[in-house]
């Protein structure tokens, strides 16, 4: 077992460098939105604010041997400029303090469907394990309830989110929750991004990519795909590309490929994620996957994104194939190696709905000698990678 592993399992045990906490029976728990933070609202408690942020941050990369570069005048300035569309609350702990937090933000399925994705989600040390005294109601049921019934209020039926493969008692927590994990592998374009266009085969493809356009929703319905990301688009900047052969009549679309903005809290980047391409009906025996994979490629080379990503069916030997060994992605992870590569879990339809539903308690039993706050920040643990 390696130390990460270890570091996972034994985290809610290290709590020396707290301060202690007076005895206490119980604990009201509330949840605060973070672009009040970032708005600095007045009537917040003391000890919710942008530095009470940052430092939840700082201890989740931590524990993830991770390496987060920010500071709370960056984090506040990175979350402002993203607006509405970086969305989070923290669930702050009466006269304790932060117990945890999660940042999400809306996306779209391979689908076309509306759904949000979980950047973030982290339970501070010295609030976990309180279902055992609390009938199975703890910090993180709270954090469930609130990120399930945030999405379906936005017009959502899944979530989404990545677990780091270390991380093995979030794994059996989300599946004991009812997570399942879908038929999707995340790889990062990062090796071919750099590129120049003409690296490529001259730079010419037999088709063509172009951004999805919000007078695209006729288009996108007459071919059988979901008009969610066209007709909520207000919070979704990025919505994905039409790939074409030839003119732009509907009979020349090959396929659409959905895609999504994404921010990365760690390193405090953004990028976009592109699900499996929908191949439209006139081109599923026709269609060339590796001249479909270029015009995507040149496409975000043209729009100058500096990171992207892609989410892969297994199933699709032919895709994955193009995509590993031509083009050399490799499968994201959070530190850059095979042991931290990301899984993905959704909660879907009716359990998310359960979820959504379900109120948690909020007034926990806390044991007399929970420590209070969180851990000063450590030295930065040795980088198995930098994250880039």
């Not at 303090?97 to 949000?116: D, E, T, V, W």
Request: glycine content about 8%.
């Amino acid at each position: 077992m390696d130390s990460s592993t270890v570091g996972f399992k034994e985290s809610a045990k290290r709590v020396k460098g707290f301060l202690k906490a007076q005895p206490v029976e119980s604990v009201v728990f509330h949840v605060h939105n973070i672009q009040d933070i970032i708005q600095g609202v007045n009537d917040l408690p003391h000890s919710v604010n942008i530095n009470s942020l940052n430092t939840l941050i700082e201890n989740q990369a931590s524990l993830h041997r991770s390496e987060y570069r920010g500071a709370p005048s960056t984090l506040k300035r990175k979350l402002d400029k993203k607006g509405n569309f970086i969305r989070g609350f923290v669930v702050y702990a009466e006269n304790m303090g932060l117990a945890g937090y999660s940042i999400y933000y809306p996306m779209i399925n391979h689908k076309g469907q509306r759904a949000s994705y979980n950047e973030d989600f982290f339970v501070a040390e010295s609030f976990r394990g309180l279902g055992r005294n609390n009938d199975g109601h703890n910090v993180a049921k709270i954090m469930h309830h609130e990120l399930c019934k945030r999405t379906k209020e936005e017009g959502g039926n899944i979530l989404l989110w990545a677990t780091d493969n270390r991380n093995v008692p979030m794994q059996k927590y989300a599946t004991k929750m009812g997570a399942t994990e879908p038929n999707l592998m995340t790889y990062n374009m990062k090796s071919i991004l750099g590129a120049e266009k003409s690296e490529i085969d001259d730079g010419k493809s037999i088709y063509k990519a172009r951004r999805i356009r919000p007078n695209d929703i006729d288009l996108i319905e007459r071919l059988g795909v979901s008009p969610d990301m066209i007709r909520q688009n207000g919070d979704l900047p990025f919505k994905g590309y039409i790939v074409q052969n030839g003119g732009a009549g509907i009979d020349n679309i090959v396929a659409i490929v959905p895609g999504w903005e994404y921010f990365s809290t760690f390193s405090l980047t953004e990028g976009i994620t592109l699900e499996p391409p929908i191949i439209t009906d006139a081109y599923k025996d026709t269609v060339d996957k590796y001249e479909l994979s270029k015009s995507l490629v040149f496409a975000i080379q043209e729009s100058k994104t500096k990171n992207a990503k892609l989410h892969i069916n297994p199933e699709d030997q032919e895709l994955l194939s193009i995509w590993t060994e031509r083009f050399g992605f490799a499968q994201d992870s959070m530190v850059g190696t095979q042991e931290s590569i990301l899984s993905n879990y959704a909660f879907k339809n009716g359990t998310l709905l359960e979820h959504a539903e379900t109120e948690p308690r909020m007034t926990l039993t806390i044991p007399n000698d929970t420590p209070v706050g969180m851990r000063p920040r450590e030295k930065k643990p040795e980088m198995v990678q930098k994250i880039a």
